[in-house]
């Protein structure tokens, strides 16, 4: 195995090693793409002190089955799979009650176990989901982030023709708003960038405000004066979370998603007073399949929002100038890494 392993602080090496497959509940999966967010950036940087290196960094990863523990009905020497980046410990109070997707402590890919910028990795089976010839690996690199959007509609006890306003115009934010629409909300998409403004409107979503721009008086001529039933903050977005807050509709409530989140702090007193539920979301177990079938019955455009595949030999290169932006308090793009090559 060849991989690219964070060995300290701001530190990315190439490493190489051996994956053995010695377990028949595993299989081995030849990783074909990985894909490398502003969060794996973020552990490389040492934002979360939680996290020790060395470590793999990598929520996100395709590949093809290259050998199986034993035979399965699902899953085929070949067949092609989305990597899970989450699994429950399997240990705590709620993991042997059934509830694991309230677990006390899940393991997190490229967080508190190794991440998928490697050419093979060993996975449990059922942390493995074959993926239908129509859907794109363009659009499965987003199956993690689509996974999460799921967990915020659970979270969001949407009514027909609600409005949500989601706070950070990014893909996860996009993949929301579009999610929103097809669960018959009515979404308004907050950003200070208008290009990532632009691009959603591109992608089928039709209010889309900057927040530098008069969003509030925006918002409440959208609504009627009512507000926004449900509010959805994206946890890099580094919006205002107070005009999140003044947007909400009293007694509603607001979600702060994200699979990590900077050292955040929030002045609870305005949503306090308004008497709003707070929920969080990290991350998105138990919703790899839905949001397979989302892809699968084309319910988002994605198309905007594909990447180019960079190669291997320039991960170093590539990941340090994302370092650099992370670092300028600029906001850090998506990476697509071919692992083929
Ligand atoms: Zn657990």
């Given at each position: ?5 964070i060995?300290e602080?701001?530190?990315?090496e ?7 497959l010695d377990?028949?509940?595993?299989a081995k ?29 990598s ?15 699902y899953?085929?020497k ?12 399997g ?9 694991e ?9 490229g ?10 990795a ?25 996974s ?10 949407l009514?027909?023709?609600?409005h949500?306003a989601?706070?950070?115009?990014d893909?996860?934010g ?9 669960y018959?909300?009515?979404?308004i998409?907050?950003?200070?960038d ?24 925006e918002v ?8 926004a ?32 989140y900077?050292?955040?702090k929030v002045?609870?007193?305005?949503a306090?007073?308004?008497?709003l ?10 919703n790899?399949?839905p949001?397979?079938?989302?892809l ?15 190669k ?5 290169k ?6 650099k ?11 697509l890494v071919?692992?083929?090559?």
């Amino acid at each position: 195995m060849i991989g690219w392993q964070i060995t300290e602080k701001d530190k990315l090496e190439k490493i190489s090693g051996n994956e053995m497959l010695d377990d028949i509940e595993s299989a081995k999966v030849k990783i074909t793409a990985s894909l490398l967010t502003e969060e794996d950036i973020a552990v490389m940087s040492g934002e979360d002190k939680s996290v020790s290196f060395p470590i793999i960094p990598s929520k996100t990863a395709i590949g093809q089955i290259s050998e199986l523990g034993q035979q399965s009905a699902y899953l085929a020497k070949g067949t092609r799979v989305f990597l899970s980046s989450v699994s429950p410990c399997g240990k705590c109070y709620h993991c042997t009650n059934g509830r694991e997707k309230d677990c006390y402590s899940f393991k997190i890919a490229g967080y508190n176990r190794d991440g998928f910028l490697k050419d093979f990795a060993v996975k449990p089976v059922k942390e493995l989901f074959a993926l239908p010839p129509s859907v794109k690996d363009a659009e499965a690199v987003y199956l993690g982030y689509i996974s999460l959007a799921l967990s915020v509609i659970d979270k969001l006890n949407l009514q027909k023709g609600q409005h949500v306003a989601i706070f950070g115009a990014d893909v996860l934010g996009a993949i929301i708003a579009q999610l929103i629409i097809y669960y018959q909300g009515v979404p308004i998409l907050l950003d200070d960038d208008d290009e990532k403004l632009l691009l959603a409107k591109k992608s089928g979503v039709y209010y889309a405000l900057n927040t530098e721009k008069k969003a509030e008086k925006e918002v409440l001529a959208i609504t009627g004066g009512r507000l926004a039933n449900k509010v959805v903050y994206i946890s890099r977005s580094k919006l205002s979370t107070d005009l999140a807050f003044r947007l909400c509709a009293p007694s509603e409530s607001i979600v702060f998603v994200g699979f990590s989140y900077p050292n955040m702090k929030v002045a609870l007193s305005s949503a306090i007073a308004k008497n709003l539920s707070v929920i969080c979301v990290t991350n998105g177990y138990g919703n790899v399949e839905p949001a397979i079938n989302i892809l699968a019955n084309n319910a988002l455009d994605l198309s905007n929002y594909y990447l180019v595949p960079t190669k291997m030999d320039d991960i170093e290169k590539n990941v340090g100038e994302m370092l650099k932006d992370y670092k300028a308090k600029k906001k850090v793009g998506n990476l697509l890494v071919n692992m083929l090559g």
